[in-house]
């Protein structure tokens, strides 16, 4: 699997778009992007995942440019409760199993 | 509710007391896993299974066994735990197709003196 880096830490205002982003120059094109957080020492969560075109739920935006080198997650109004670790992890296509790689991720801390 | 269940959530022992933590997941998912979280290290697999009666190894898979007799459980067994293995631990399961992410477990903090 691809190797991914994000900026270790990061602050954010609450109320305000959080742009989380993530290089991932080596990935193949099988590979998908997924994003997870981890709220203090709490069990990892899902987010989202994407091959190419970008993506919405409810929790948050992934948006894969087009080389698909990077990519950016955007949480669109953050609240304190999105202080957390966030993951980026690059991994084959979803109907595989196989391990998820964490990296360090990015330390988001949401200010009042 | 969908979940992974572990128990217990914090557990203190002595050096060479056989431990077993346990990993319940009420989703009929086919993958189930072990991981291990440190400071500086991340999160680090140690076993995983892909089903029932199949198990493989992980990163760091030493002083660790695992069964997976039932779809739903996959207990961690520590048969001579030593104070390395200080750590807090995860469980997690997906299904096989449709993958959208893992569900992990609300974790399990060791604690080998």
């Known amino acids: 699997d691809a190797k991914t880096t994000q900026p270790p830490s990061m602050d954010c205002a609450e109320g305000r778009a959080a742009n989380l982003p993530c290089n991932h120059s080596?990935?193949?094109?099988?590979?998908?992007v997924y994003w997870y957080r981890q709220i203090h020492s709490q069990g990892p969560q899902y987010i989202i995942h994407?091959?190419?075109n970008n993506e919405t739920n409810e929790m948050a935006s992934l948006i894969i440019t087009e080389d698909r080198k990077s990519s950016t997650l955007i949480l669109p109004h953050a609240t304190l409760r999105d202080t957390a670790v966030y993951y980026c992890?690059?991994?084959?296509?979803?109907?595989?199993?196989?391990?998820?790689?964490f990296g360090a991720g990015t330390q988001v801390v949401v200010t009042p | 509710e969908a979940q992974v269940t572990q128990n217990p959530r914090y557990l203190i022992t002595v050096t060479g007391k056989k431990l077993t933590v346990t990993c319940s997941q009420n989703?009929?998912?086919?993958?189930m896993s072990w991981y291990r979280q440190d400071p500086g290290l991340g999160l680090r697999q140690i076993y995983y299974?892909?089903?029932?009666?199949?198990?493989d190894k992980g990163d760091v898979p030493e002083g660790y066994k695992v069964s997976r007799k039932e779809k739903r459980n996959f207990p961690l067994i520590l048969e001579s735990p030593s104070p390395n293995q200080t750590s807090l631990y995860f469980c997690?399961?997906?299904?096989?197709?449709?993958?959208?992410?893992?569900?992990f477990g609300s974790g399990t903090r060791l604690t080998v003196v």
């Open positions: 997690a399961s997906s299904p096989q197709t449709g993958w959208r992410g893992y569900t």
């Open positions: 080596t990935i193949s094109g099988n590979e998908y």
């Open positions: 994407g091959l190419k």
């Open positions: 992890i690059v991994r084959v296509a979803p109907d595989s199993w196989g391990k998820l790689q």
């Open positions: 989703m009929n998912h086919e993958y």
């Open positions: 299974s892909m089903n029932v009666e199949v198990t």
